[in-house]
């Protein structure tokens, strides 16, 4: 079904999508984060699980316990009042080894868009980054705020495997991955920060609605710092919103 301002849509017989939008755009993932919270506030008898994106927001619920008429209604009525204003957020300063080894493509990245290795570290580091979704890996941040000069399609060939840590772009994104996993995206650095965890009480360090810096380390710093995520669980300067 469909009403002025979103869709929602079946996800099988055990899920539902609203979509409230077609576009990155901070504006719709607040109205995003805005639903998921009044569900969560309202806790629904039968909701398993919500999963926020950048412009929807699916509920997975027990078909056994959820009348689905009823709470299609609710959403309508929930939607209506929705928050569009993007909550603060938390704002996490996360160290990066731009090149050699730690990213593989960034001299070639720069050879597409005409700038040099120093250029476009520049502008990426420039980028004020907000976590729109968590997905595909466990932890891994999909992030908006990309400059759009280093906006670039995704490699033809996807490499089975890339690190742990890895920073890339793809696209109109950024990115922040949390395992060793295949990508498409082309690799500028590495951070020693763990995104996921399941040894910490919270595995996932990073939620939807964050905000991400990057700043430069060399690779010795890269090195002593993942000493220390090893040995003491060390994690990155952390803002509060």
């Known amino acids: 079904m469909s009403d002025a301002g979103f869709r929602l849509l079946s996800a099988g017989d055990t899920a539902l999508t609203v979509e409230l939008g077609e576009a990155v755009d901070p504006r719709i993932n607040a109205r995003v984060l805005s639903l998921d919270r009044a569900l969560a506030a309202e806790a629904p008898p039968g909701i398993v699980e919500t999963v926020p994106t950048y412009r929807s927001l699916q509920i997975h619920f027990d078909p056994e316990r959820l009348d689905i008429e009823a709470f299609a209604a609710r959403i309508g009525m929930l939607v209506a009042s929705l928050d569009d204003e993007p909550p603060p957020g938390r704002t996490w300063t996360v160290p990066v080894v731009y090149g050699g080894e730690h990213g593989i493509d960034l001299e070639a990245t720069a050879g597409r868009i005409d700038l040099s290795t120093d250029e476009l570290i520049a502008l990426h580091l420039a980028g004020d980054y907000r976590v729109y979704m968590i997905g595909f890996q466990p932890g891994f941040a999909y992030l908006g705020g990309l400059d759009p000069r280093l906006h670039l399609p995704r490699r033809e060939t996807p490499r089975l495997k ?80």
């Open 162 to 241: 890339t690190p742990a840590g890895t920073i890339s772009i793809g696209g109109i994104q950024a990115a922040v991955a949390s395992i060793e996993a295949p990508s498409g995206w082309h690799l500028l650095g590495r951070t020693p920060v763990r995104a996921f965890d399941p040894a910490r009480a919270d595995p996932f360090l990073f939620r939807v609605g964050d905000r991400i810096r990057f700043e430069r380390i060399s690779a010795d710093d890269y090195t002593s710092l993942a000493r220390r995520v090893a040995d003491e669980g060390w994690r990155p300067a952390c803002e509060a919103a």
